[in-house]
């Protein structure tokens, strides 16, 4: 049951509302969370990481932006709130995070539905993910194989995972599979990586 919020679209825990608050960028946020979700209590420890660590867009950023694995909506709404011209993809299989997520995003640019509602044509100028390491590895590799290449040629991917869950082979993994990898920082147990095409100018080691 404790894994269940990775890959259940429909959880059987508990809907027991809570509400979990934190700061970023100077905002302060207040979102709705419930049982059956991931981290409904407090902000994960990774996504908190990601949020401070990763090079949030500018208020002039636009395009589209994915939030993969959204759960109830922390990075899709930071995102939407720091660069409100950027139209944010949440995506999800978890509908109870999807219906909190839709709840949190209100009125800012957040387009919220399950991975298959995206259309195909659209291209991410940025894609942020705390991604759902211990579903294992062969489920994590088809993951960001179906997304990672969905990035425009000048964008940018960032992800958070733990060290001790990984970071470091998967980080190995992308570059074999074609992609430019930095460990752009670490703090308290995990790695942001910052993922690229290897042909865009804006790669650095």
């Known amino acids: 049951m404790a894994a ?3 890959f259940t679209a429909e959880p059987t825990a508990p809907a027991r509302a809570g509400e979990v608050r934190f700061s970023v960028a100077g905002h302060d946020f207040q ?3 419930a049982g059956g979700v991931f981290s409904a209590d407090r902000l994960d420890p990774g996504t908190g990481v990601l949020l401070r660590k990763a090079e949030l867009p500018d208020g002039e950023a636009d395009g589209a932006f994915l ?3 959204c759960g109830y909506g922390p990075i899709a709404v930071v995102l939407a709130t720091v660069a ?10 978890n509908e109870r995070a999807l219906a909190l997520a839709r709840q949190n995003a209100r009125g800012l640019n957040v387009i919220t ?3 298959d509602s995206v259309p195909e044509g659209v291209r991410f100028a940025e894609i942020w993910s705390n991604p759902p390491i211990r579903v294992g590895k062969s489920d994590l590799h088809e993951l960001l194989s179906r997304w990672l290449p969905r990035l425009a040629p000048d964008g940018v991917a960032w992800l958070v995972v733990g060290r001790h869950l990984g970071a470091d082979s998967l980080a190995e993994w992308l570059v074999a599979q074609g992609w430019a990898v930095a460990r752009h920082a670490s703090q308290k147990g995990f ?3 910052r993922v690229t095409p290897v042909d865009n ?3 650095r080691p």
């Open 113 to 115: 539905g399950t991975p």
């Open 4 to 6: 269940e919020h990775y």
């Open 201 to 203: 100018e804006l790669s």
């Open 31 to 33: 979102l709705a969370a």
């Open 191 to 193: 790695r942001v990586l």
């Open 67 to 69: 939030d993969l694995g």
């Open 84 to 93: 409100p011209r950027a139209t944010i993809y949440a995506v999800d299989v």
